[in-house]
């Protein structure tokens, strides 16, 4: 169980109004106390923030926004004392136009890292190379820069130049990046748009219908899987095995599943498909058996994600907290490792910004609201106006308003957890479908442990279901300790089957 921090806005220990690192040291004890096993954070890098850290301008440091690298190695041995493993985010498809690599490349064509990124002549007409178009908005993926009249690729925004992997310095200085991390003791990396390494050496237009997928469709390349084996050796060398978890956006479970290899790739990959169903039984019906098809017989252990600092989050999209109990069921009982995101513990919803207010060049601002801590104006930060506005409800949902509280979501989050690491058959178990009703997903997990059976009811209206069983837990709450079948509107629970 992966628990993911969104630095910015965790906690501001110092009165900027940006969280910092500091910030996670001390609620480390909080995050030992939910029941987590490892924490990612998003990116702590020196950046000029044109995607908040994600347009890294130096890759072994941190930003003083954030802290010094002595803060880092302060929260990696807090962390590990806590028995809380440290995943750090890799950005290694793009820097940011500040980085000195990209300096050197731009300055000259006969600059030593000009085929570090990828330059090259504009279309006859005078355009740019190709159709290809960046992400969020329909413009294209290459600038013109007038100094060496070319143009460089940039998937994401001109501030983020992509790098050449076909380069073999680039992997050497990106390896040296993994390097520094796991000399400081990570347990991993949070491996960021990996499908987008390999490019197409002959910049093929998109197809017009494809054009706004470009990247996601036409850069699931061959070499990219090269590449990821060069890494994934890289890391076996190492002592303490460190894990590579990727974020491998193509919402096609089949494809996701070859970024697995033959286990000599990653670890384990990002499965979105959550992020975009309707809620829906048959929806996550669908799901399942897309990832289970296509993972088991590569021996490859899925993920399961509800939420980032990508997408809105899931009680806003299913526009419930108690349908997003339910999500939790599926994420945390389904077989794979879940993943949960800072504030979805607390059943934070998105943020809606007026358009003046956006921040965000990608307008994900929704899910990036700071934590609120307590319910007092500050929220625990050390200034009362974070970077940006507090998420609705914040003094109800604070950490403080919930913790202890019985039927809360804090609460009902932590005893699912503790329910999921007492539980082993949760955890590694076999999954097989069970009968249920139209509207409803049931489904056990056995093999390793006491078996537990899952009933999940997708729909507002009490239903009659076969399964019996002590009740391990329930997404309602209190609730007699034998299920007798009669399943609430909106109900998941957890049962140890009657034998
Ligand atoms: C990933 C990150 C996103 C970032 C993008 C470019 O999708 O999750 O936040 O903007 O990559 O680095
Ligand atoms: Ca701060």
Redo the contacts with the bound molecule.
């Keep these: 169980m992966i628990y993911q921090i969104y630095p910015r806005s965790f906690l501001d220990t110092n009165g900027d109004g940006v969280g910092d690192l500091q910030g996670v040291i001390e609620r480390l004890d909080y995050l030992q106390w939910l029941g987590i096993d490892a924490i990612w954070l ?1 990116p702590i890098y020196p950046s000029p923030m044109k ?2 850290s ?2 890294i301008s130096d890759y072994c440091d941190v930003h003083p926004l954030f802290g010094a690298l002595a803060t880092f190695d302060a929260l990696v041995d807090a962390a590990h004392a806590r028995g809380i493993r440290v995943i750090l985010d890799w ?1 290694p ?2 820097t940011s136009d500040q980085h000195p690599w990209f300096l050197a490349s731009r300055s000259s064509r006969d600059d030593p890292k000009r085929d570090w990124y990828l330059w090259h002549d504009g279309a006859v007409d005078g355009g740019p190379p190709n159709n290809w178009v960046r ?1 969020w908005v329909d413009e294209p993926a290459w600038d013109f820069d007038p100094t060496t009249s070319q143009w460089y690729l940039h ?2 925004m001109a501030e ?1 130049p992509d790098l050449n992997w076909a380069n073999p310095e680039v992997r050497q200085a990106m390896a040296e990046v993994l390097e520094f991390w796991l000399a400081r003791g990570v347990d991993g990396f949070r491996m ?2 990996i499908h987008l390494l390999g490019k197409d050496p002959a910049l093929g237009d998109d197809p017009e219908d494809l054009k706004v997928l470009s990247h996601v469709v036409l850069n699931d390349r061959e070499e990219t899987h090269g590449y990821l084996r060069e890494i994934r050796a890289q890391l076996d060398a190492h002592p303490t095995r460190p894990m590579a978890v990727g ?1 491998v ?1 193509l919402l096609d479970a089949d494809r996701v599943a070859t970024y697995y290899g033959q286990g000599d790739e990653l670890h384990l990959a990002f499965n979105f498909e959550p992020l975009f169903q309707p809620w829906r039984a048959e929806a996550w019906r669908g799901i399942v058996d897309r990832v289970l098809s296509s993972h088991d017989p590569r021996g490859a252990w899925p993920t399961w994600v509800l939420n ?3 997408a809105p989050r899931i009680v806003s999209r299913v526009r419930s907290a108690e349908r997003a109990r339910v999500a939790a069921v599926l994420t945390l009982a389904l077989r794979g490792t879940p993943f949960l995101y800072q504030g979805e513990e607390l059943g934070l919803e998105s943020v809606l910004l007026n358009p003046g207010e956006v921040i965000d060049p ?1 307008f ?1 601002d929704g899910a990036r609201a700071p934590m609120p801590w307590d319910s007092s104006p500050s929220h625990g930060w050390a200034s009362e106006t974070p970077w940006m506005t507090w998420p609705p409800e914040a003094s109800e949902r604070s950490v403080e308003a919930q913790r202890g509280v019985a039927g809360s979501m804090l609460e009902f989050y932590r005893d699912l957890l503790a329910l999921r690491r007492r539980e082993p058959s949760l955890q590694l178990g076999d999954f097989a479908y069970v009968a249920a009703p139209d509207g409803v997903l049931a489904w056990s997990r056995q093999g390793t442990g006491a078996p537990v059976t899952v009933v999940a009811n997708f729909t507002h209206d009490a239903v009659e279901v076969p399964q019996r069983g002590e009740v391990l837990l329930s997404t309602i709450g209190s609730r007699g300790s034998q299920f007798d079948g009669l399943l609430l509107g909106d109900e998941a629970v957890l049962l140890r089957p009657e034998a």
């Design positions: 998003s995607d908040f994600y347009d950005v498809n793009h992400a998937c994401f983020q960021d748009v974020e956006y980032n600092h990508d990608g994900r």
